[in-house]
């Protein structure tokens, strides 16, 4: 389709001399943060915006603008043809556009028979009209799957376009301001649009000091406040207010809003027969006062995301973008969908008699199949099709496949890999499916999620929302423990959850007919870069037939074909074993300091009034004083001094005051709930705002981030926090046994696989780990001997040399002394293996018959110290700390003396937070169990990679001496 023959010009345009942004696009590829899928398809847009000018596509398809320079004379047609087509270009284009190769045949074959028959027979301009859906405005289809960065992609496209507009202000070939469209079905992912728009980094696609400068000019609003009044007839849209508030000539404003709000009409009124008296305009802005502003805005190019070209909703957005075409303001509109191709083809007529059909969408300008995806990012699927069971044997079947293959997989960022539960409906889910989980597969509620909209029966916790849009937030911020998210109607488009490595869908209706494809598709994004990743995809048979046809309209492509997609090899998985057993290995008994926390209300309701009143009062409390000095130059020191009073350049208004203050409150404090004490706030506004010009400033010298923080606090219980401090005895394993589970196989495991058979084979026999040099003297004088009569002495070696075949590595040797459970995982750090394979061959250590034992794998170890740090007169809790190791002296079989050592990687000693929970570790938790026990049973290390392995050793050999000596 047209898609192939714009990348080809694309390329040859990007060769060519005529190539203005060729140093642009070399910056781009060599800052390497893009994806190649997502700078072919910039590359795309810029040769469309430079070198097509921004034209239709219809008018450039008719103008011979992707024509491949056909040589008429060298096809087999008549000459009244080659003259026709010679002289006419729209007909040479069509002409030129059929013959494009479609596996043995032609694209079109036909047309381009009609055409040679009977070319002076057909409307070639209507035709290519019909063909771009009759569309009079740059209209571009972007086509890249899922997990392939379509928003990164946007934000790319939008500092572009005002990067070139900044530099050519008159030039309506660029964009000014810009619309992000949401489909009407995923209200629920403006906000993360936006996050991820507002956070994309410039300078992956423009060069410093542009990209800051660009960045500077953006302002982001976000369209999602219901009307303050739905019943009246001049109901208030906040959104409208927000619109009208930056015309008439704005520049870099980014609207996003649910394509729904642009859709719907108000419905009119019998009474209100003075309607149809009214203009156009007015007609329309009494319909949708929202859709009616946005097309008054310049300069405008529209992003839609997950464009489903035939849907109702679709269809009705294009009427409205059509309309708004006719304002003159629309500069370009930019479609992104996970596939070009239609679900059932489109039928465009060329005479009475003959027509044609086209089943890809036509205005897709570049295609990024689903398949190459996952051959170059995304996770690769392995697609299972239950037969013949029933709900619950699929989940069961599903579940245990997932725990096999990951369920010790934590990504780079810290992240746990997760699988999602799909359901047909909350009674299933909460009544069947949860139950079924923790009651016949014992797992434990707390790692499973249960997301819902909720009904009448069934309510969610609040709490249940924010871990559902947190379930991807870097360990450096919060780890969740949730492994199994159970979830109806949502998560389906427009979730975002690149840990999520499996899916079930269990039953028919677990997820709407249409969506199968994009629900099964959820978990192949990409977590670690670069690195091969896998995923399950479980299905029944209703929901694996969906899933194949779909593959097959959508993508060309089927259940097979992913299946085979795997060629490479899955990392090899290494068993582990538990030795807590053979080595007697006693619990960890230690004293932990305890918090209760008691909120304890001082007053039965808000006093919201009382409080907005004495805040009022106090107004001037949160305004700073300004002066300026008037002078000349060569009189500095009498200069006239004035007190300012007033000043901002921030447009104020009362009602976008209130959203703000209720968006900063999470919504927990509506705008409703403001408005039930608007004329206090009223006052306040007047306060806070002055007026110049005919316009509503904000005074900047009040603080108003401060003001509306206490607004929220207005509506809130003043409440007092006691705390109850107590130090409790605990014990606790070293190894929760459970938890050990095989990993992958890699060069940080230590020991060696050799010496771990070695180590289970002498713990089963008994057997020594010194060799008997007697048993290997005779061995020794049995092979010289031999090698001499065979007259070979040259060959005969040390005894020395033969001995050292016999002899066990250092880890063999120690097994009685470390190794609790084997093989120990040091992926994350060279450093923490180095520390231990040098601890066991240290004197002092061996000396002391000691023990060390490694304890820094995430979820093997009970030995965990609740970290807290003193705050005025209260204790906070910071967290928790997990030491890497722990170096114990035994007596009467308990652990009498225990050395935690920490060891830190370059780069992250100046962790803050860890600087804290180090500093309790080192204060508060030392004294508290020397208090209790009576002596220092507890000591601190701390080893930093930044220093010579030699300096570290020596310092734990001190530290060892030092404290198990005294």
């Known amino acids: 389709m047209l898609n192939n023959i714009i990348k080809y010009k694309t390329i040859e345009w990007l060769q060519s001399d005529d190539c203005s942004v060729k140093d642009l696009v070399k910056y781009i590829r060599k800052k390497g943060e893009l994806r190649d899928t997502q700078i072919q398809a910039i590359e795309t847009y810029l040769f469309l915006k430079i070198k097509g000018e921004n034209k239709p596509l219809w008018q450039l398809f008719a103008e011979g603008f992707f024509t491949n320079g056909t040589d008429l004379s060298k096809l087999n047609i008549n000459q009244n043809t080659r003259d026709f087509l010679s002289k006419n270009k729209s007909a ?3 002409f030129d556009f059929t013959r494009q190769k479609n596996g043995k045949t032609t694209l079109l074959p036909e047309l381009e028979k009609l055409i040679i028959e009977q070319p002076e027979n057909i409307e070639y301009e209507e035709i290519i009209k019909r063909i771009f859906y009759n569309v009079n405005y740059a209209d571009y289809l972007m086509s890249l799957p899922m997990g392939a960065g379509k928003t990164f992609l946007m934000a790319s496209m939008i500092y572009l376009d005002l990067y070139f507009a900044d530099n050519e202000p008159d030039n309506k070939n660029f964009a000014h301001n810009f619309l992000v469209l949401i489909p009407s079905g995923l209200k629920s992912s403006i906000v993360p649009s936006l996050k991820t728009i507002e956070k994309f980094d410039p300078s992956w696609v423009l060069p410093e000091p542009s990209a800051s400068k660009i960045k500077q000019l953006l302002k982001f609003e976000i ?11 001049k109901a208030e849209n906040p959104n409208a207010q927000k619109v009208n508030h930056c015309l008439p000539n704005p520049f870099g404003q980014v609207f996003v809003v649910n394509a729904e709000k642009v859709i719907l009409n108000r419905t009119y009124l019998d009474a209100q027969q003075e309607l149809f008296e009214k203009s156009e305009d007015e007609k329309d802005k009494y319909a949708n006062e929202l859709r009616n502003l946005i097309g008054k805005i310049p300069n405008l190019s529209i992003l839609i995301d997950e464009v489903h070209h035939a849907t109702d909703g679709d269809i009705k957005l294009r009427q409205v973008v059509n309309n708004w075409q006719e304002t003159g303001n629309i500069t370009t509109v930019l479609g992104f969908s996970g596939t070009p191709y239609l679900s059932k083809a489109d039928k465009i007529n060329v005479t009475e008699t003959a027509f044609f059909k086209f089943s890809q969408i036509t205005n897709t300008v570049y295609y990024y199949p689903l398949v190459t995806a996952i051959n170059n990012f995304l996770k690769t699927p392995k697609v299972k099709i239950a037969q013949n069971l029933d709900k619950f044997q699929v989940i069961e079947k599903g579940i245990k496949d997932f725990n096999k293959h990951y369920k010790n997989k934590v990504y780079e960022n810290g992240n746990i890999a997760k699988i999602a539960i799909y359901c047909s409906n909350i009674e299933s889910l909460e009544e069947e499916v949860y139950p079924y989980l923790t009651g016949t597969l014992k797992i434990n509620p707390d790692e499973i999620l249960r997301y819902h909209k909720g009904n009448k029966k069934y309510k969610l916790p609040a709490e249940n929302e924010l871990l559902f849009n947190t379930l991807d937030v870097p360990k450096t911020i919060s780890a969740t423990k949730k492994r199994y998210v159970l979830l109806v109607q949502i998560g389906k488009e427009g979730w975002d959850s690149p840990s999520l490595t499996a899916i079930i869908l269990s039953q028919k209706g677990d997820s709407p007919k249409n969506m199968v494809l994009q629900t099964s598709c959820r978990c192949l994004r990409q977590v670690d870069k670069g690195k091969h990743e896998t995923a399950r995809i479980w299905l029944n048979e209703y929901n694996a037939k969906v899933l194949n046809e779909q593959l097959k309209k959508e993508q060309q492509t089927s259940i097979e074909e992913l299946n085979k997609l795997d060629k490479k090899i899955e990392p090899e998985q290494v068993e582990r074993f538990s030795r807590i057993e053979h080595l007697q290995l006693p619990k960890v008994e230690f004293y932990q300091l305890q918090i209760t926390y008691n909120s304890i209300n001082e007053e039965e309701k808000p006093n919201t009034k009382k409080k907005l009143e004495t805040l009022l009062k106090e107004i001037d409390n949160y305004k700073q004083s300004a002066l300026i000095k008037t002078s000349e130059l060569s009189n500095i020191d009498d200069a006239d001094i004035k007190m300012i009073e007033q000043t901002g350049t921030n447009f104020a208004n009362f009602n976008r005051w209130l959203f703000e203050i209720s968006k900063e409150s999470y919504n927990k404090i509506t705008v409703s709930d403001l408005n039930n004490y608007v004329k206090e706030l009223n006052f306040l506004f007047q306060k806070i705002t002055f007026k110049k010009d005919n316009h509503l400033y904000f005074n900047e010298l009040y603080d108003l981030y401060q003001i509306n923080s206490q607004i929220r606090i207005a509506f809130s219980i003043k409440r007092q926090l006691q705390t109850k401090s107590e130090v409790l005895k605990q014990d606790a394993d070293l190894l929760i046994v459970d938890n050990l589970k095989s990993v992958e196989q890699n060069d940080k495991l230590f020991p060696i696989e050799k010496d771990v058979s070695k180590i289970l084979e002498l713990d089963k026999s008994g057997n020594p780990t010194e060799i008997d040099n007697s048993e290997v003297e005779k061995s020794y004088e049995i092979m010289k001997q031999g090698l001499v009569q065979a007259g070979m002495e040259a060959m005969v070696i040390s005894f020395d040399d033969f001995k050292k075949q016999f002899d066990y590595s250092s880890a063999i040797k120690s097994k009685d002394n470390t190794f609790h459970y084997l093989p120990y995982d040091f992926k994350q750090s060279g450093f923490e293996k180095e520390i231990l394979q040098k601890t066991l061959n240290l004197s002092d250590f061996k000396n002391n018959d000691l023990e060390i034992y490694y304890n820094g794998e995430r979820g093997l170890t009970e030995f965990i110290i609740k970290c807290f740090a003193k705050e ?12 890497d190791f722990l170096i114990i002296k035994r007596k009467e079989n308990e652990i009498h003396k ?22 309790f570790v080192e204060t508060e938790f030392l004294e508290q169990n020397k208090d209790k026990f009576g002596y220092n049973k507890f000591d601190f290390l701390y080893l930093v990679d930044n220093e010579d392995i030699t300096a570290n050793l020596s310092k734990l050999s001190l530290k060892i001496k030092d404290f198990f000596n005294e």
């Open 92 to 94: 040479l284009a069509l």
């Open 898 to 919: 225990a050395l935690i050592i920490e060891t830190k990687g370059k780069g992250f000693e100046n962790d803050p937070v860890f600087q804290k929970k180090r500093k």
């Open 223 to 233: 369209l999602d406040q219901a009307k303050t009044a739905s019943k009246s007839n």
């Open 872 to 883: 005025n007169n209260y204790w906070k809790n910071i967290g928790k700390y997990t030491t």
